[in-house]
């Protein structure tokens, strides 16, 4: 079996490693592994290595990600989505859609978010959403993000609930259900989400994504070389140069900054970074 990512468009209802343990059984190896995970009410872009390539993953510059979400304004949650329980409900009947677009719009830029309390981050080394479900309070600190775009597609009819429809840009660590929570907050009713669709992550978007039964059908796979390409700054080398990165050896060459390398006929070799003054291997897949 070869080595690359699987771009998958996982559907709703499953987890995250229910897609890698399918992916296993169709490529025919225990070498998978993903790229951040998606909550099992999620659907859409799940980025998975394949053998090798499960190497880097981690290095991947997957930092900017993109949703589509469904905001509903008039209840609050336990899990600030449709997943948990309702914890308030305030009419939102009398919301004017440029207040709402107004609050949303002040969540773009640098800001501090507060992440929600079933998330994945450790607290004292156990999960925070397992504190949740074992009963405990859970206070997160805030931490720093970046939404570089929201776009307010619609805003629904004004009723007992609004379901806002927008779409969302940002770093890697934000979380679009505290977004819900959090405007719901400012607006004054409570908010949770109802529906995330992840468009995109990093270079892979939904135009490279297939279903669970498309890839049955065939295992559509984002060659090595290629996934390296289209993630990081590249550099070609001469034979010589190729030769020195088989063996881990250090380039007399300059990189801006993290940079996959090739050899003369194309083959993905290793990545590469700037470091005492020389390209230095960070790994080598060859």
Not at 181 to 196: F, I, N
């Amino acid at each position: 079996m070869s080595d690359g990512l699987v771009v998958v468009d996982k559907p709703a209802g499953i987890t995250s490693h229910d897609v890698v343990s399918r992916v296993r059984r169709l490529a025919g190896t225990r070498k998978v592994g993903h790229a951040g995970t998606l909550d099992p009410m999620a659907t859409g872009v799940l980025v998975l290595g394949v053998n090798r390539a499960t190497r880097l993953l981690g290095h991947l510059m997957l930092t900017e990600k993109a949703y589509d979400a469904t905001v509903r304004l008039g209840v609050a949650t336990t899990t600030d989505d449709a997943e948990g329980e309702p914890t308030a409900t305030v009419s939102a009947a009398g919301l004017p859609p440029d207040v709402v677009r107004a609050v949303l719009a002040g969540f773009v830029g640098d800001i501090e978010q507060v992440p929600t309390s079933v998330s994945a981050i450790k607290v004292d080394g156990k999960r925070a959403y397992q504190r949740v479900r074992d009963g405990e309070q859970v206070e997160l600190k805030p931490r720093p993000v970046t939404v570089h775009e929201l776009v307010v597609r619609d805003v629904g009819a004004p009723g007992e609930t609004l379901d806002v429809q927008v779409s969302v840009r940002c770093s890697s660590g934000t979380y679009i259900r505290a977004i819900a929570r959090d405007a719901g907050e400012r607006l004054g009713v409570g908010g949770h989400l109802t529906a995330l669709r992840r468009t995109a992550v990093g270079p892979y978007d939904l135009s490279l994504a297939r279903t669970l039964d498309e890839l049955a059908e065939e295992l559509t796979m984002v060659p090595i070389a290629d996934a390296a390409r289209a993630a990081f700054p590249t550099r070609d080398l001469d034979d010589a140069q190729a030769g020195d990165v088989r063996v881990g050896r250090h380039l007399d060459v300059e990189l801006a900054g993290l940079t996959a390398v090739f050899a003369p006929d194309g083959q993905f070799l290793a990545l590469y970074e700037p470091r005492d003054e020389a390209a230095r291997a960070v790994a080598v897949f060859v």
